[in-house]
C-alpha cells in the first residue's frame, strides 16, 4: 500500500499518518519527491485501515499497490532516481551516460589506450571485464585482481570512474575499495545471495544486468534483492534476451526499456554490443535505444577488435565510437536528453 500525502500537508499530519500506518504492525517507507510526499508500507499491509487513512488530513488518497517488488517500484517512488558517479556525471536524468570499454580488460596498453579514446569522445565511465563469466573453462577468464589494478591505471588517467563485473561474494571488500560501479553480468541476475550481499555491504551503485530469459518482474525483484538489503543505487541494463532466433547473439527487448521505465524509478541503460553480437548493429541499435527511452549505453569498444580476447565480433573501434556519440547527440536532442 502507498499513501500519497497532499501537496501542502504538514508535517504533523505527516506524523500521524506514520503512526497510524506504524500501528497496524508495517514499515514506513517515506519518499519525498518533488511534488508530494508518500508513504509505502513495508510489511501486511493488509491491516492497515484503507478508509481510515483515506479520512486522515493531510492524505490525499491510499492506493494498493499489487507488484511484489516495492522499493524499485514507482508508486513508492515517482520522482526518477539518478545515481551519481565520481566524476560528476550521473546514470539518470537529462544527460546519458554512455559507459564504454573493451570487454575484458587485457594489457595496460589497451585498457588506457581505449580509456583514452572513449573519455575523449565523451563516455561517462569506462566498463571492462577483469573477472569473465565464460561459458568454456577453457576461455580466457578474465586478467582478475590484475585486470582490476590496470582498470585502476586507466581510472588514474583519465578520471573515468569504472564498471567492472564481479562474480561472487567473496570479491565485494575487493570491489568496495576499487571499483566505481558493480556490475552483476545476466547470468547471476538470480543470485540471490550476492544480490543481498551487494545491498548489505556496498554503498557503490549495481549495474544489473537483465538475465538470459528473466521476465521484466523477475529483473525487478532482483533490483528489490538489492534494494531491501540497504543499497538502493540500482542501474538497471537490458542486454538481450534469448529467443528462438539465432541471427543475432540475443533479442534486444527495446520494450522492456518502456516496461522497467513505467513500473520503476530505477535508472535503465542499453547494452546492444551483447543484445546483437555484431559489431555493424551496435550504432543503429544504440540509436533506437535511446530514442526508446533509455538513459545511457554500455557499449564495447576495442583498439583491435579482431584481435579481442573476448567478444570482438561484437566490439566497436574507437573510431566507430568517435562517429556514434555525435549521432546520439543529435537523436538525443529529439527525446528532451543530452549526451
Ligand atoms: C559483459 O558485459 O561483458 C557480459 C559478460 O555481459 P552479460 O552478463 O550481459 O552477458
Ligand atoms: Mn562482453
Request: charged share 25%.
Amino acid at each position: 500500500m502507498v499513501v500519497i500525502m497532499k501537496p501542502q500537508a504538514s508535517e504533523g499530519q505527516l506524523r500521524e499518518a506514520i503512526r497510524e500506518m506504524e500501528a497496524a504492525g508495517v514499515k514506513v517507507m517515506v519518499s519525498r519527491g518533488s511534488e508530494t510526499t508518500i508513504l509505502g508500507a513495508e510489511g501486511n499491509a493488509n491491516l492497515i485501515d484503507q478508509e481510515k487513512m483515506e479520512q486522515l488530513p493531510g492524505v490525499d488518497r491510499v492506493m494498493r499497490v499489487t507488484e511484489p517488488y516495492k522499493k524499485a517500484n514507482r508508486k513508492y517512488h515517482p520522482d526518477d532516481t539518478v545515481i551519481p558517479l565520481p566524476n560528476g556525471r550521473t546514470v539518470g536524468g537529462t544527460r546519458l551516460a554512455i559507459l564504454a570499454g573493451p570487454c575484458s580488460v587485457e594489457t595496460e596498453e589497451q585498457i588506457c589506450g581505449v580509456a583514452r579514446r572513449v573519455k575523449a569522445a565523451g563516455a561517462a565511465a569506462l566498463r571492462g571485464g577483469a573477472f569473465k563469466p565464460r561459458t568454456s573453462p577453457y576461455s580466457f577468464q578474465g586478467l582478475e585482481s590484475e585486470g582490476l589494478k590496470l582498470l585502476q591505471e586507466a581510472r588514474e588517467e583519465t578520471g573515468l570512474p569504472i564498471v567492472t563485473e564481479i562474480m561472487g561474494t567473496e570479491y565485494i571488500d575487493l570491489f568496495e575499495e576499487t571499483v566505481d560501479v558493480i556490475q552483476v553480468g545476466a547470468r547471476n541476475m538470480q543470485n540471490f545471495d550476492l544480490l543481498k550481499q551487494l545491498g548489505r555491504r556496498t554503498t557503490k551503485p549495481i549495474l544489473l544486468k537483465r538475465g538470459l530469459s528473466a521476465t521484466v518482474e523477475e529483473w525487478l525483484m532482483s533490483a528489490e534483492y538489492i534494494m531491501s538489503s540497504g543499497n538502493d543505487k540500482v542501474i538497471l541494463c537490458e542486454r538481450g534476451i534469448r529467443t528462438f532466433e539465432t541471427f543475432t547473439r540475443n533479442t534486444l527487448d527495446l520494450s522492456a526499456v518502456l516496461a522497467v521505465k513505467q513500473q520503476s524509478h530505477l535508472p535503465v541503460v542499453v547494452d546492444p554490443s551483447h543484445a546483437c553480437g555484431k559489431a555493424w548493429m551496435v550504432e543503429r541499435m544504440s540509436l533506437a535505444a535511446v530514442a526508446a527511452g533509455a538513459d545511457g549505453l554500455l557499449i564495447e569498444v576495442h583498439n583491435d577488435p579482431e584481435h579481442a580476447w573476448c567478444d570482438g565480433a561484437q566490439s566497436i573501434t574507437p573510431e566507430q565510437f568517435d562517429a556514434l556519440m555525435p549521432k546520439l547527440a543529435a537523436l538525443a536532442a529529439c527525446v528532451g536528453r543530452t549526451v
